[in-house]
């Protein structure tokens, strides 16, 4: 079984400030690490994930996270914020291998940008 | 990427009816599909995970008999809420995942009212 845990429930932060909205997870084996945004009253789109090879992965609009396995940690960052980027973020695992395997969400990180 | 089309997209009903959500698969084999529940301002929490042509798989404290789940076809996947109740009223999601579980396709999503 695996768990993630988004501690922020909600991050103010300032138009153009740098950002981190940090996820840990647990598990017992290996897994995918996944990031969703969800904007007002839609679904949830990709963001970025790690699935093996380099530890850094980003997204075309300026995030990136880290997978950092000692700690068991996929925290999303980017240097600059912008009032679009305001949303609700959810870090998610899942494990490998062969089976459909369900994912599991953390309960989600409230971005909001202010001018 | 596979296209999971889920409708509707936000239902109301009034208490005591039946609703159904229906997710198709476009141009995938979706022997596997995952629903979830999100309240409001909370994550996204497994129901079931229902596989093609057998039960489906109820996640503890989800009754099996209000949350009926039929997944007849590769390309169809259906979640019924029977004699429906104000505290039903939810965002109801429908995933599913590559073989390899790099990917999650999304449903919509459908947006539940119960009055």
């Known amino acids: 079984a695996q768990s993630v845990t988004q501690l922020d429930s909600q991050v103010p932060v300032f138009e153009e400030a740098p950002v981190e909205l940090r996820c840990n997870y647990s598990?017992?084996?290996?897994?995918?690490l996944f990031w969703y945004v969800q904007y007002p009253n839609q679904g949830l789109q990709l963001l970025l994930k790690y699935l093996s090879g380099s530890t850094l992965v980003k997204s075309i609009n300026g995030f990136e996270a880290e997978f950092n396995k000692s700690q068991t940690s996929f925290h999303l960052r980017k240097p600059s914020v912008h009032i679009s980027d305001t949303a609700e973020y959810f870090c998610?695992?899942?494990?490998?291998?062969?089976?459909?395997?369900?994912?599991?969400f953390g309960s989600g990180t409230r971005l909001q940008v202010q001018p | 990427g596979a296209v999971v089309s889920q409708h509707p997209s936000w239902v109301i009903c009034k208490s005591g009816t039946s609703v159904k959500i229906e997710c198709r698969s476009l141009?995938?084999?979706?022997?596997?599909m995952f629903w979830y529940r999100q309240f409001p301002k909370q994550s996204l929490m497994l129901m079931a995970t229902?596989?093609?042509?057998?039960?489906?798989?109820?996640e503890q404290g989800v009754e099996k008999d209000k949350f009926l789940i039929n997944h007849a076809s590769l390309t169809l996947s259906t979640l019924t809420v029977t004699s429906a109740h104000p505290e039903d009223s939810s965002f109801y999601i429908c995933?599913?995942?590559?073989?390899?579980?790099?990917?999650?396709?999304f449903g919509q999503g459908t947006r539940l009212t119960v009055v």
């Open positions: 995933i599913t995942r590559g073989v390899r579980n790099t990917e999650a396709f």
């Open positions: 141009d995938f084999q979706a022997t596997t």
């Open positions: 998610a695992v899942s494990g490998l291998g062969t089976g459909r395997r369900a994912l599991t």
């Open positions: 229902s596989n093609e042509g057998s039960k489906a798989t109820y």
């Open positions: 598990s017992s084996v290996s897994v995918y």
